[in-house]
């Protein structure tokens, strides 16, 4: 999979092998993001995953 139509460059990343870690216990197969929605008012995201019992506000950081 390749960037899609347009762009030419990554702007943020994410890595959520930490996201929660210091609340709950989780295993690695549990960082399954499925839920990621973007609030363009103030540039944050909220995730949430398959098996997390929270949802989580990030707000990105350019690389």
Known sequence: MGLPIGVDSI???LDNR???TEIYD???QDN???GIAYN???ST???TGKMW???FEIKP???
């Open 11 to 13: 702007q943020y990343y």
């Open 18 to 20: 930490t996201i929660g």
């Open 26 to 28: 989780h295993k690695a």
């Open 32 to 34: 399954e993001m499925n």
């Open 40 to 42: 363009n008012q103030d």
């Open 45 to 47: 995201l909220y995730v």
């Open 53 to 55: 019992p929270y949802l």
């Open 61 to 63: 950081v350019a690389l």
